[in-house]
């Protein structure tokens, strides 16, 4: 029979979800019934967990419960700290995360969502203290996710300002789609696996630079401009030696990525409340230099800015370390990993495709 090969699996659909939508051709993003901009502006990290989680906003007792349950987590994670062999001295933060959450056992209680997502908020906070040669600060339960998690990294005061950038950051990027990390977690979770390991697998799937492993690149890349007017320049260079930029293109949209605006308000708020690095106005022009330049080498296939791209400049302007980006992403994206691998548990089947085999026939 004949086969074709999809290598990339584009346009193949491997479930039905009810957790979030990602509209390509129009540039929005719903989840779990919400439009991504509401969410953003409204919501906290514990909101959209119980969103994804339970199929619903939480009222205020529900806000509660999630927090103590996060907290929970938090503590739970902080206690096993002494017992994660050399996985945070890991130069690589998505190697040190990896490694920390790979201690975790669903035995011990870690299977479930808020001890997951306790435990990567836990661990990547902690891996940037040990980098920076000073010791882990303990969690505090009677914060929210988002205000801990600054707490924790600790370099810069948890102002409400800082407070809500960082969360508006985490629910924008907790879940879309059947993206890489996302299967990967399916696939691990339809083998009859346990979410340990399938939130491992996501880690891994998410440190690539295709996926989550751009942001970090995208401040170098700001970095390396220096002043909007060599923008342009700076990328016809890169493209003409043949590299991709950082933080354009997706595999999925065909416009602007929705949550590039999102983060770009959010970066706005910052700076309105006087908290700047200045290069909110370098990224936007950055940004139109290589959209013009892409727009003329590839005139049949729109690249726009993708969420790391604004991701950069939020986190950074929020005092977050470079290195540290792909962790945090992480922090965000465990809420939707968790809620695939509850999804993926009711569906019940194993994951399996198959390939076509062009190695010799036997003689
Ligand atoms: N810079 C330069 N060229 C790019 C590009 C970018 N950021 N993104 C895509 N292209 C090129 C591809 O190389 C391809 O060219 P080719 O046919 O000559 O090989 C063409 O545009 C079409 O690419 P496409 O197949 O539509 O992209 P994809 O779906 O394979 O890749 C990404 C999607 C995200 C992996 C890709 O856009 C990319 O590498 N972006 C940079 C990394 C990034 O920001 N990742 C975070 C994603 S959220």
């Known amino acids: 029979m004949e086969t074709t090969t999809t290598s990339g699996l584009e346009g193949v659909v491997v479930a039905d979800t009810r957790l979030s939508e990602v509209d390509g051709e129009r540039g929005r993003l719903v989840v779990a019934g919400h439009d991504i901009e509401r969410l953003a502006d409204r919501a906290t990290f514990e909101d959209v967990a119980a969103l994804l989680w339970t199929g619903a906003l939480p009222d205020a007792d529900g806000r509660a419960a999630q927090q103590r349950a996060l907290a929970e987590g938090r503590v739970a994670a902080f206690e096993r700290l002494g017992g994660l062999g050399d996985a945070l001295a890991r ?158 293109g997706h595999r999925i949209y065909r416009v602007r990525d929705p949550r590039a605006a999102v983060l770009e308000r959010a970066i706005a708020r910052l700076e309105q409340a006087g908290i700047s690095t200045g290069r909110l106005a370098l990224a936007r022009a950055v940004e139109r230099a290589a959209e013009g330049a892409l727009r003329s080498k590839y005139p049949g296939r729109p690249l726009a800015a993708n969420v790391e791209f604004y991701t950069a400049v939020l986190l950074d302007t929020l005092g977050i370390d470079r290195a540290a980006f792909s962790p945090i992403f992480a922090v965000g994206r465990v809420a939707g990993w968790c809620a695939h691998v509850l999804e993926q548990r009711a569906i019940g089947r194993l994951i399996r495709p198959a390939s076509r085999y062009v190695g010799p026939t036997p003689a």
């Open 91 to 248: 130069v690589d933060g998505m190697d040190a995360l990896r490694a920390a959450t790979g201690h975790l056992s669903a035995d011990d209680g870690f299977d479930a969502p808020a001890r997951l997502a306790g435990a990567l908020a836990v661990f990547a906070a902690a891996w940037l203290r040990v980098r920076g040669g000073a010791r882990p600060i303990a969690p505090d339960p009677r914060c929210s996710h988002a205000e801990d998690l600054l707490r924790m990294i600790g370099w810069l005061e948890a102002t409400p300002a800082r407070v809500a950038g960082l969360a508006a950051y985490l629910v924008t990027v907790a879940d879309h789609g059947m993206n890489a990390s996302t299967f990967a977690a399916r696939v691990v979770t339809s083998t009859g696996s346990d979410g340990v390991s399938a939130v491992v697998a996501a880690i891994g799937a998410l440190k690539g630079p295709l996926h989550g492993g751009a942001p970090g690149p995208v401040l170098d890349m700001l970095d390396a401009v220096g002043h909007p007017e060599h923008a342009a320049a700076w990328i016809d260079g890169e493209l003409a030696a043949g590299r991709r930029i950082m933080g354009m």
